[in-house]
């Protein structure tokens, strides 16, 4: 049985559960175009080439149905990596992302693992704040006026974690094989 809000690596058969993330949200548009399942194909054989070096995790409902995403583009020179999340508007507020970034942020900065890893996000998005800090980010600084979106210029909260960092307290999900 699954558990919901667990995590497991992003398979080929999800790229329908992406394209419904992507319709459930017009805002989903900056994670990428995914408008059409041959898209959303595309969009998840990105994810999982092996050249990109790059780590996906999909957040899971109980019947195993991808309902968001948990990413990390990794710097192998520099040891570091860029953290970043998206959840299916019919699935937020759960508690599932901040789960999930917990076990994948602490995986990812484990024993020969990253030494820092990074993120930001819209500064007037406070849910993906809430994520960010539950996974034991420290906000760092902002990037005023980075994104223009619908002709308004928006700020990005820029966090960082270290594995010498505090780790979270939080519940981590279940990260299954």
Known sequence: MTIAGSVRPLAKHDAEAVLAAFR??????????????????????????????????????????????????????????????????????RGWSSRAAIAVANQALGPDGLERLELGHRANNPASARVAE???????????????IDGERIDVLTYGRLRTDPWPTGEAAIIRP
């Open 24 to 93: 459930s949200d017009p805002q989903m548009r900056r994670q990428g175009t995914v408008r059409d399942v041959s898209e959303a194909h595309r969009y998840v054989a990105a994810l999982l080439d092996p050249d990109a070096h790059r780590l996906s995790w999909a957040i899971t409902d109980e019947t195993d149905v991808l309902v968001g995403l948990v990413a990390v583009n990794v710097d192998t020179a520099n040891r570091n990596g860029w953290f970043w999340y998206w959840m299916n508007a019919a699935h937020r507020g």
């Open 134 to 148: 539950a996974a034991g980010f420290v906000q760092e600084g902002i990037e005023r006026a980075k994104f223009l």
